[in-house]
């Protein structure tokens, strides 16, 4: 073997030894596996000094979630606003808005067929606004929301009937009542028209007259009600809801 073989070339250019080389690895920080690594302790640190300060906050302004934080001593709330809803003891508009109220209520189960705006679906509903039968009397509309029609029916010259109306006697006689001066005030052009009102009373005094009908009305039917006919009771004053003249309540508070 010759010389160049029997020497380690390495160890001669650098002039280090083994034990040199064993003692560098020894000082060579070991890292540790991926996944170990120690977890610095800054963000554990800034977290429990959240946590502190939150907890501070909340003691001091927290209130233990009771609601008079709100309220202070010279808190005066503010009274709430007349009409629909409003004081009991104050003042609640006009008698004639909330009845009206009631019947736009009501008839949210009417527009389906007859639409928001009354005007119906052409040939399959008919339009109450501006119908005969709307703006007529109102002994023809009780007589209809209490047993329904069946049977084709003229409405504006339009014949309708494809789908019968069911009877809506399962309403209370308040409901019906103030569905039909809905109907009448919004629908009928008689807005403001004290003859538009229908009161709890006459439709009480249609469930009788009327308790004898079996099924729906026909057209034919209907037509033998003078178109003029008004179901008895007395008329209200729309301000008050009271009978004009005196005398009993005839609409339902």
């Given at each position: 073997?010759?010389?160049?073989?029997?020497?380690?070339?390495?160890?001669?250019?650098?002039?280090?030894?083994?034990?040199?080389?064993?003692?560098?690895?020894?000082?060579?920080?070991?890292?540790?596996?991926?996944?170990?690594?120690?977890?610095?302790?800054?963000?554990?640190?800034?977290?429990?000094?959240?946590?502190?300060?939150?907890?501070?906050?909340?003691?001091?302004?927290?209130?233990?979630?009771?609601?008079?934080?709100?309220?202070?001593?010279?808190y005066q709330p503010e009274p709430r606003p007349a009409g629909i809803g409003g004081d009991e003891g104050g003042d609640k508009g006009p008698w004639?808005?909330?009845?009206?109220?009631?019947?736009?209520?009501?008839?949210?189960?009417?527009?389906?067929?007859?639409?928001?705006?009354?005007?119906?679906?052409?040939?399959?509903?008919?339009?109450?606004?501006?119908s005969e039968w709307v703006h007529g009397g109102t002994e023809r509309l009780g007589a209809i929301l209490l047993h329904g029609i069946q049977g084709?029916?003229?409405?504006?010259?339009?014949?309708?009937?494809?789908?019968?109306?069911?009877?809506?006697?399962?309403?209370?006689?308040?409901?019906?009542?103030?569905?039909?001066?809905?109907?009448?005030?919004?629908?009928?052009?008689?807005?403001?028209?004290?003859?538009?009102?229908?009161?709890?009373?006459?439709?009480?005094?249609?469930?009788?007259?009327?308790?004898?009908?079996?099924?729906?009305?026909?057209?034919?039917?209907?037509?033998?009600?003078?178109?003029?006919?008004?179901?008895?009771?007395?008329?209200?004053?729309?301000?008050?809801?009271?009978?004009?003249?005196?005398?009993?309540?005839?609409?339902?508070?």
């Amino acid at each position: 073997m010759s010389d160049t073989q029997e020497k380690n070339l390495d160890y001669e250019a650098e002039g280090g030894s083994v034990v040199d080389v064993h003692d560098a690895v020894r000082r060579e920080k070991i890292l540790p596996p991926t996944g170990q690594e120690p977890v610095s302790f800054s963000p554990i640190i800034a977290t429990i000094i959240v946590i502190i300060l939150g907890a501070g906050y909340f003691g001091a302004y927290g209130n233990f979630f009771r609601d008079d934080i709100y309220i202070s001593s010279f808190y005066q709330p503010e009274p709430r606003p007349a009409g629909i809803g409003g004081d009991e003891g104050g003042d609640k508009g006009p008698w004639i808005d909330q009845w009206l109220a009631g019947g736009k209520r009501v008839y949210g189960q009417c527009a389906a067929c007859h639409q928001p705006n009354g005007g119906g679906l052409p040939g399959q509903y008919p339009p109450l606004t501006g119908s005969e039968w709307v703006h007529g009397g109102t002994e023809r509309l009780g007589a209809i929301l209490l047993h329904g029609i069946q049977g084709p029916l003229t409405v504006a010259g339009q014949s309708y009937g494809t789908i019968p109306m069911p009877p809506w006697n399962a309403l209370s006689d308040e409901q019906i009542a103030q569905v039909i001066t809905y109907v009448r005030s919004e629908f009928g052009e008689m807005k403001d028209d004290p003859k538009a009102i229908v009161t709890t009373e006459m439709i009480g005094a249609a469930r009788d007259k009327f308790s004898g009908k079996a099924g729906s009305w026909t057209e034919s039917e209907l037509l033998d009600i003078p178109a003029d006919a008004m179901l008895p009771g007395a008329e209200v004053d729309p301000q008050t809801g009271q009978p004009v003249g005196g005398g009993e309540d005839a609409a339902a508070q």
